[in-house]
């Protein structure tokens, strides 16, 4: 199983990026996918998750600016950032549980991308 991130880069602040994460392989299915980052200097931390039902849930320094979705059939997951800051500066991450046959849900990552609100 591999997941496959794109899209971040430079932005100034207020401005937007989307990020996208694409998991491939042999997998039956795909639970809860999300977006975390890390800041140098910092701890990993939960920015976005989705569920394979659809419920969302935010870290409150993003609430209101972040958006998560995913398209199940395409098994890819997106980050829509708006209003960004210099302070959600950071590499961010993928995640996906993946359910591979004859094996416990798993947690695999993506290589992560990085993001710069700069101006």
């Known amino acids: 199983v591999q997941l496959q991130a794109s899209g971040g880069g430079l932005v100034q602040p207020g401005g937007s990026l989307r990020l996208s994460c694409a998991a491939s392989?042999?997998?039956?299915?795909?639970?809860?996918m999300g977006w975390y980052r890390q800041a140098p200097g910092k701890q990993r931390e939960l920015v976005a998750a989705?569920?394979?039902?659809?419920?969302?849930n935010y870290a409150d320094s993003v609430k209101g600016r972040f958006s998560i979705s995913r398209d199940s059939p395409k098994n890819t997951v997106y980050l829509q950032m708006d209003s960004l800051k210099p302070e959600d500066t950071a590499v961010y991450y993928c995640n996906a549980w993946v359910i591979v046959a004859f094996k416990p849900p798993s947690q695999y990552w993506g290589q992560g991308t990085q993001v710069t609100v700069s101006s």
């Open positions: 392989g042999s997998f039956i299915s795909i639970g809860t």
């Open positions: 989705i569920t394979s039902g659809g419920s969302t």
